[in-house]
């Protein structure tokens, strides 16, 4: 069964950057895409961006376009979020989670199989 474990998450200042970190276990990604979902305190799951099987497919909430960058490790099995000029508003627990499918990846939380269990992102002064 794939397994998702998150990393990379902590307390930053505005401006600042973080990396957070996709690992899979248990099942090859190579027929699942990896979407990066958020949730702030008293708010829904929120979409931030995903990635296709194929690694070739990505795309981005506009609340973060051009400042986070998605990406696939050559092995296949690691997926990151790279986050830039974070802002206050990025504060949430941020997950990913898997969707088997060879085709465009969903935007909805309920169209993913497998869920990791979240890491927490601080943006404050």
């Known amino acids: 069964q794939l397994q998702l474990v998150e990393s990379g998450g902590g307390s930053v200042q505005p401006g600042g950057s973080l990396t957070l970190s996709c690992a899979a276990s248990?099942?090859?990604?190579?027929?699942?895409?990896i979407g990066w979902f958020r949730q702030a305190p008293g708010k829904g799951r929120e979409w931030v961006s995903y990635?296709?099987?194929?690694?070739?497919?990505?795309d981005y909430a506009d609340s973060v376009k051009g400042r986070f960058t998605i990406s696939k490790d050559n092995d296949g099995n690691t997926v990151y979020l790279q986050m830039n000029r974070l802002k206050p508003e990025d504060t949430a627990v941020y997950y990913c989670?898997?969707?088997?499918?060879?085709?465009?990846?969903?935007?909805?939380?309920?169209?993913?199989?497998?869920w990791g269990q979240g890491t927490q992102v601080t943006v404050s002064s």
């Open positions: 248990g099942v090859s990604l190579d027929y699942y895409a």
């Open positions: 989670a898997a969707q088997l499918t060879y085709y465009t990846p969903s935007l909805s939380a309920s169209q993913y199989d497998y």
């Open positions: 990635i296709s099987s194929s690694g070739v497919g990505t």
